[in-house]
């Protein structure tokens, strides 16, 4: 079996790699797979989670070990405690990184977005996608533009697979629509009203607790834009879009801007 950063042999049920995080955990050797605790405990690819001192927030940060200023370190597992906290609603914030460096980001070249969209998955570990893997967000518009309304149900999934991806720091590929038109024609297996890609590196969902547990109030998805020519603006902590209820659940920004689909597919 092969995770994103240690690889375990079955026939003779040891690890062939040390854990990556292994010198923080003296008392154990670096052979080991989750403390020895793997029916109770789970870890993903070695990397750590981190919760606010408030309490408030829970963030997972891809490739980024030890203690962060205004966090308590979790460790690279989240034991049942945590995931129940999230589940009840506990906390009102979780975040996720694929925390995306410069030397990560591929700009397009010849307006080929989509192309560096996803060699900048690939690069991570991600596999090839296409039109066959886009799930739609959002409703089609007219002049092939989107629509007005989000198409909750697709997105709140999309979501889930978006952060399964950004835990193994691979990034995901996004549709986004911003004027009439689109190259992407139905005829050709697109969606009819998408005119740009780029790469999602992280989410942040607002949550609420409610008598069900907590539930998704809103959020934002942050992107890296390979329509730039460098990782400083393609890269731009402005590269965002938000989403909520007030939006009717599409996922938008400034300059009439709107994420048609997400590659999870």
């Known amino acids: 079996m092969e995770t994103l950063c240690y690889f375990y042999h079955p026939d003779l049920s040891i690890w062939l790699s040390v854990d990556p995080l292994s010198d923080k955990y003296p008392n154990l050797t670096p052979y080991a797979y989750c403390a020895n605790n793997p029916i109770i405990l789970v870890d993903p690819d070695g990397r750590d989670w981190y919760e606010s001192e408030d309490k408030k927030t829970i963030e997972y940060l891809h490739g980024v070990t030890g203690q962060q200023e205004g966090f308590t370190h979790l460790g690279a597992t989240l034991d049942e405690k945590y995931e129940n906290k999230i589940r009840n609603g506990d906390y009102s914030t979780l975040s996720i990184s694929a925390n995306f460096k410069d030397e990560d980001f ?7 977005c989509c192309a560096a969209a996803k060699q900048m998955c690939i690069n991570r570990g991600g596999e090839n996608s296409s039109y066959a893997n886009e799930l739609p967000i959002v409703t089609m518009g007219e002049n ?18 978006v952060g399964e991806s950004l835990i193994k720091g691979i990034p995901v590929v996004a549709g ?25 590196i992280g989410i942040t969902l607002n949550l609420a607790k409610g008598d069900n547990g907590a539930s998704i109030s809103s959020g934002t998805i942050r992107y890296a834009n390979p329509g730039n ?23 938008e920004r400034e300059y009439n801007q709107t994420m048609t689909n997400i590659r999870v597919r």
């Not at 591929?106 to 080929?112: E, G, I, L, P, S």
């Not at 092939?144 to 697979?161: D, P, T």
């Open 106 to 112: 591929v700009a397009q070249k010849d307006r080929q």
């Open 144 to 161: 092939g533009c989107a629509g007005n309304e989000g198409i909750k149900e697709n997105l709140f999934s999309a979501l889930k697979s």
């Open 176 to 200: 986004v629509d911003y004027e009439e038109g689109t190259s992407n024609k139905i005829i050709k297996g697109g969606d009819g009203m998408t005119d740009h890609y780029v790469a999602i």
């Open 229 to 251: 020519s460098s990782s400083k603006r393609g890269l731009s902590p402005l590269n965002i879009f938000t989403f909520s209820a007030v939006t009717k659940w599409r996922v």
